[in-house]
């Protein structure tokens, strides 16, 4: 992790900002010279301070076993740009082949984890898995304590989002790899 | 509940797809004679078939008392231009009066549970809470078996979200009050 201009430090106390609005992320996760991303619509934020997070990650992926040895994952929140690597994130599996090698994408060492950044992404938090085996068994939900987060400050600057480029809007899944990007800001 | 146009059922297999996209959520109970209705933007589906969703319902709120006495809740999907009513719901309590009387806010009989939907908004998923006492008390994370859901078909219809209409938006709360509502659709 370095301070370049395109990743800065999040305050831990507004870290549930980066995924309010429910964006998509990329969930990656790596163990024992392993590593792989997945897809994924199924998040929210589940507390501000310290911050933690929930995300469904399916008995079939390759991901889950990784989060599982390694007790950590990384949410990356992809962007607009990113939509075609998203799809293809989230319909290819990494259980017989390294996905990043595939489809040529770019990851950085995390600050506190051993799960990599997605490189190219727009928001990252790094997560150590609050492990609760019954649930992850009987529901497929994973919770983590976010302890380091991370934004692209042209997009995400004082707490909050400012989507003023549209190649930098979060992702919002619809079905079958259609997906909103945000529109006008509106306020009650 | 009736098949007036602005409510048709959703096919159960496709209720995830109310909320894949991640938008603010209103959570409506009764119980006792009482009833009440909270603004939650930390909301997501769990499982697809049945299917099952989870929110975070705080301590404090009077709500909760409800839905852990009735065993069950809706989530209604409020549009743009309720806007202010979802910030007016969001920053009020229901705990000493009436909100829906306070806030002059209609409401209908669901159809399998107790809990009121909430009219104007654009989609409701009727809820069957599946108790877990400790993850209710430890996480503030309730979940929920959709028993039935509904879509205004102007804007949800054959399993899709199709935004023609800038009212009828759903609302992505960024912070304090302010919202995303979608924009471009895009495909990967």
């Known amino acids: 992790m370095n301070g370049s201009p395109?990743?800065?430090?999040?305050?831990?106390?507004?870290?549930?900002?980066?995924?309010?609005?429910?964006?998509?992320?990329?969930?990656?996760?790596?163990?024992?010279?392993?590593?792989n991303v997945m897809?994924?619509?199924?998040?929210?934020?589940?507390?501000?301070?310290?911050?933690?997070v929930a995300v469904v990650i399916d008995k079939s992926t390759y991901?889950?076993?990784?989060?599982?040895?390694?007790?950590?994952f990384v949410l990356s929140v992809p962007c607009r740009a990113q939509v075609e690597l998203t799809s293809a994130i989230g319909s290819s599996t990494g259980?017989?082949?390294?996905?990043?090698?595939?489809?040529?994408?770019?990851?950085?060492?995390?600050?506190?984890?051993?799960a990599p950044l997605i490189d190219g992404c727009i928001a990252w938090l790094e997560c150590r898995l609050l492990a609760e085996p019954a649930l992850?068994?009987?529901?497929d939900l994973?919770?983590?304590?976010?302890?380091a987060a991370w934004a692209d400050p042209r997009v995400f600057s004082q707490g909050r989002w400012h989507f003023n480029d549209d190649s930098l809007r979060t992702l919002h899944h619809v079905a079958g790899g259609h997906y909103f990007v945000p529109g006008e800001q509106v306020t009650g």
Not at 6 to 17: C, G, H, N, T
Not at 136 to 139: F, K, T, V
């Open 95 to 114: 259980r017989d082949r390294d996905k990043f090698a595939e489809l040529g994408l770019p990851a950085s060492p995390a600050s506190l984890v051993e």
């Open 6 to 35: 395109q990743r800065e430090p999040v305050d831990l106390k507004r870290a549930s900002r980066l995924l309010n609005h429910g964006p998509t992320v990329l969930v990656s996760a790596a163990h024992d010279g392993k590593r």
């Open 136 to 139: 992850q068994a009987r529901y």
């Open 39 to 52: 897809a994924a619509a199924w998040n929210m934020p589940l507390d501000f301070d310290p911050p933690k």
């Open 63 to 72: 991901t889950r076993g990784l989060i599982e040895g390694s007790g950590a």
């Open 142 to 147: 994973f919770l983590g304590q976010v302890v």
